[in-house]
């Protein structure tokens, strides 16, 4: 079945850097612009960005342009988060998400998550 | 970006109907027919509840519906039900060609 499995959280030191995976399977992950949300304990859903199908381009939330990086592998099914220079305000689940199938601008399947905790 | 300004919290009895407020700019809300909304029960994936403003993802009951006026979007739950109960979201498209969330609605089936 259509599965997304996010991977990598942990306990990481600030100032640090952290890369997050998620791993497709059950859709043709090739033809698919994929997202990372996050969410902060006790907040709300956090747009972080979104790469295109093929990778050439990705955009930011303003609150993570040029410490956080969106990849992916077509070949391995995998889409990556890299993060660096981390601090406090990073701590969050962070979810990967499909773009809808019905529509370019909704997010359809999700997976269950990674948790990064900033803290020394 | 600032995020989308949705109610913290909202409530009804069972068969009630509610709705859920998503006020951004012209430059998001406004700007695009493309605003969706998420259910979040904690611990679990969000699932997506409506796309493009006011279509249903098959399998999500008829009873949620969304609408769009100028730059605020809703969210309708008709009929509320228990397993209605969780945390909502609405998100937009914005001009930078990147997506805001709302700050989220807790709803509440007394």
């Known amino acids: 079945q259509v599965q997304l499995v996010e991977s990598g959280g942990g306990v990481v030191q600030p100032g640090r850097s952290l890369e997050l995976s998620c791993a497709a399977s059950g859709f043709t992950f090739s033809s698919y612009e994929m997202h990372w949300v996050r969410q902060a304990p006790g907040k709300g859903l956090e747009w972080v960005a979104i790469t295109s199908y093929d990778g050439s381009s990705g955009y930011y939330a303003d609150s993570v342009k040029g410490r956080l990086t969106i990849s992916r592998d077509n070949s391995k099914n995998t889409l990556y988060l890299q993060l660096s220079s981390l601090t406090a305000e990073d701590t969050a689940v962070y979810y990967c998400a499909r773009r809808a199938t019905l529509s370019y601008h909704a997010m359809d399947v999700w997976g269950h998550g990674t948790t990064v905790t900033v803290s020394s | 970006q600032s995020a989308l300004t949705q109610p913290a919290s909202v409530s009804g009895s069972p068969g009630q109907s509610i709705a859920i407020s998503c006020t951004g700019t012209?430059?998001?809300?406004?700007?695009?027919?493309?605003v969706s909304w998420y259910q979040h029960h904690p611990g679990k994936a969000p699932k997506l509840m409506i796309y493009d403003v006011s279509n249903r993802p098959s399998g999500v009951p008829d009873r949620f519906s969304g609408s769009k006026s100028g730059n605020t979007a809703s969210l309708t739950i008709s009929g509320l039900q228990a397993e209605d109960e969780a945390d909502y979201y609405c998100?937009?498209?914005?001009?930078?060609?990147?997506?805001?969330f709302g700050t989220g609605t807790r709803v509440t089936v007394l």
């Open positions: 998100t937009s498209y914005t001009s930078s060609s990147t997506y805001v």
């Open positions: 012209s430059s998001d809300v406004g700007g695009y027919n493309y």
